[in-house]
C-alpha cells in the first residue's frame, strides 16, 4: 500500500482538477495534503517540505522564465494592432481562387501569427471571429472550417518562438543536468531553449505542409466542402501585391529580428524575447495602433498570462517535491526500466501517457508535472535531449485539440456562431490530430528532423 501513495497522490490530483478548482492550488494543495497525511502516519519526511521557499525562490531568479512575459506582451500587442486582420484578408485574396484557398490562407496566416506571437488562446479567437463568417459564408463545411481554424490556431506550440518551447526548454535543461549528475558526470553539459527552437524549426514547417496537404487533399475529393471565392469578387480587388508586401513584410520582418538574434548567436532568448516585445511596440506605431489605453490592457494581459504561468510552476513544483518525498521517481524510474522494449517501449509509454493525460490536463500543467519525473529518466536511457523535447512539444500540441477538454476548441467554441455545433468541431479537429500523431511517428523514425538544424548551427 504503502508503494502506493505516489500513484494515489498523481491520481488525487488529477480528480481535483477535473472538479473544476484551479489549477496552482489544486496542485500544491493535493501535495501538502498528502504530506501532511504521510507526517502523521510516517510514511513522509517533512524535512522535504523545507526545500519550497529555495524552490520558489529558484522560479523567480530563473532568467530563462523572463522570456515568458516578454513573448506574451509581443504576441498580445500584434494582436492589438490588428496584424491578422490584414493578414487574413490579403492571403484569402492571394489564395481565394483556389478551392480550399482560404483553408490554405487560414493555415499560413496561422504559421506568420505563429512565428510572432506564439499565443494560441489570441490566435484561435482572433482567427475564428476574422475568418470562419467568411469561410462559412463561401460555402466551406463547417467542421473543415472550425478544424483548419483550431488547428493552426495551435501552430504557435511548436513553431518558435513559442512559450511551450521555453518552458519546456527550462524543465529539460534540469532534466539533462540531473541525469548527467545521476550518471556521475559532474561537468555536465547544456541544452538551451535556443537549442529546441532550433530543433523545432523543421518539424514545425513540416506540419504546416501537411495541413496544407489536407486541404489539397479535400479540394480534390471533396470540392463543394472548400469552394473557391467568386471571380467577379477577386478582380474587384487593386493592388493586390502591393497590400500583400505591406501586410507581410513588417511582421516578417519582426519573426526575423527575433529568430535571427537568437540564431545567429547575437542574443539568448530572453534577449530576443526583449527584441520582439520592442518591435511590437514599434510595430503597433507605425499602424497608428499604439496608446496609452492600449498599453494598459496589454500589460495587464500580459501579467494575468503571465502570473498564471508563474503559480502553477510554484504549485507544480510543491506537488513534485511531495511526490519525491513519497519515492514517486523510483517507482516511475523502476517502471519504465522493466518495460519490454527498453528505451523504445518506455518512449512509446510516456508519450501515449502525455497523449492521454492532454484530454484532460493543460500542456503547462502536464510540462510542470510530468515531464520533470520521467525526462531525467528517458535521458538517462540515452535519448537525445533536444530531439525529446521537441517530440514532447508536438505530443503536447495536441492537447489544445483533443476533446472534450482542449482549450482550442473552448476558444473557438466562445466565438462561433450558435448554429455550429460543438460536435462539428470536434468532427473537424480530428483529421489534424491525425496528422499531428503522423508527424509524431516520423519524427519517432527521423530523430534528424530535430537534431540536424542545432548540430548545424551550434556545432
Request: proline share 5%.
Amino acid at each position: 500500500m504503502i508503494e502506493l501513495l505516489p500513484l494515489l497522490l498523481f491520481i488525487g490530483a488529477i480528480v481535483v482538477l477535473l472538479m473544476g478548482y484551479s489549477v496552482a492550488f489544486s496542485l500544491a494543495g493535493t501535495g501538502l495534503l498528502f504530506a501532511a497525511i504521510g507526517t502523521l502516519t510516517g510514511h513522509f519526511d517533512s524535512v522535504f517540505l523545507e526545500a519550497i521557499p529555495n524552490r520558489i525562490f529558484g522560479v523567480m531568479n530563473n532568467e530563462v522564465l523572463i522570456a515568458v512575459p516578454l513573448f506574451v506582451f509581443m504576441g498580445v500587442m500584434l494582436e492589438k494592432s490588428k496584424v491578422a486582420e490584414e493578414l487574413l484578408d490579403t492571403m484569402a485574396a492571394l489564395f481565394g481562387s483556389l478551392r480550399g484557398g482560404l483553408g490554405i490562407s487560414v493555415t499560413l496566416v496561422g504559421m506568420l501569427l505563429a512565428a510572432s506571437t506564439g499565443i494560441v488562446g489570441a490566435t484561435v479567437v482572433t482567427m475564428g471571429l476574422l475568418s470562419l463568417p467568411t469561410m462559412l459564408k463561401r460555402g466551406y463545411d463547417p467542421a473543415v472550417a472550425t478544424g483548419t481554424i483550431c488547428a493552426s490556431g495551435t501552430l504557435g506550440q511548436i513553431i518558435p518562438p513559442s512559450i511551450v518551447l521555453v518552458l519546456l526548454g527550462d524543465v529539460i535543461s534540469s532534466a539533462y543536468q540531473q541525469s548527467q549528475i545521476d550518471q556521475g558526470m559532474f561537468s555536465p553539459e547544456t541544452v538551451t531553449v535556443g537549442d529546441l527552437f532550433l530543433g523545432a524549426l523543421i518539424p514545425g514547417l513540416l506540419l504546416v505542409v501537411a495541413y496544407i496537404g489536407y486541404m489539397v487533399f479535400v479540394a480534390v475529393t471533396r470540392p463543394h466542402a472548400v469552394p473557391a471565392i467568386p471571380e467577379e469578387e477577386l478582380n474587384a480587388i487593386t493592388n493586390l501585391w502591393l497590400r500583400a508586401l505591406k501586410a507581410l513584410v513588417p511582421p516578417v520582418l519582426l519573426i526575423g529580428l527575433v529568430l535571427g538574434s537568437i540564431l545567429g548567436g547575437f542574443a539568448t532568448p530572453t534577449e530576443a524575447a526583449s527584441v520582439g516585445a520592442v518591435g511590437a511596440i514599434g510595430l503597433a506605431l507605425m499602424r497608428r495602433a499604439f496608446s496609452l489605453k492600449t498599453l494598459n490592457e496589454v500589460m495587464r494581459s500580459t501579467t494575468q498570462v503571465s502570473s498564471m504561468v508563474f503559480i502553477i510552476l510554484v504549485g507544480a513544483s510543491i506537488f513534485s517535491l511531495v511526490f519525491r518525498g513519497y519515492g514517486g521517481d523510483d517507482l516511475v524510474r523502476d517502471f519504465l526500466h522493466d518495460l519490454p522494449g527498453g528505451v523504445v517501449g518506455a518512449m512509446a509509454i510516456v508519450m501515449l501517457i502525455v497523449f492521454l493525460l492532454g484530454f484532460f490536463l493543460d500542456f503547462i500543467e502536464i510540462t510542470f508535472v510530468v515531464v520533470p519525473i520521467v525526462a531525467p529518466i528517458l535521458l538517462g536511457m540515452g535519448l537525445d535531449p533536444v530531439w525529446l523535447g521537441v517530440m514532447l512539444a508536438l505530443n503536447l500540441q495536441t492537447s489544445f485539440l483533443t476533446p472534450p477538454f482542449g482549450f482550442a476548441l473552448f476558444y473557438l467554441r466562445g466565438v462561433a456562431p450558435a448554429h455550429i455545433s460543438t460536435g462539428q468541431i470536434y468532427k473537424g479537429v480530428i483529421p489534424f490530430i491525425l496528422i499531428q500523431l503522423a508527424m509524431l511517428a516520423l519524427l519517432a523514425w527521423q530523430t534528424g528532423l530535430a537534431t540536424w538544424l542545432p548540430e548545424l548551427v551550434y556545432g
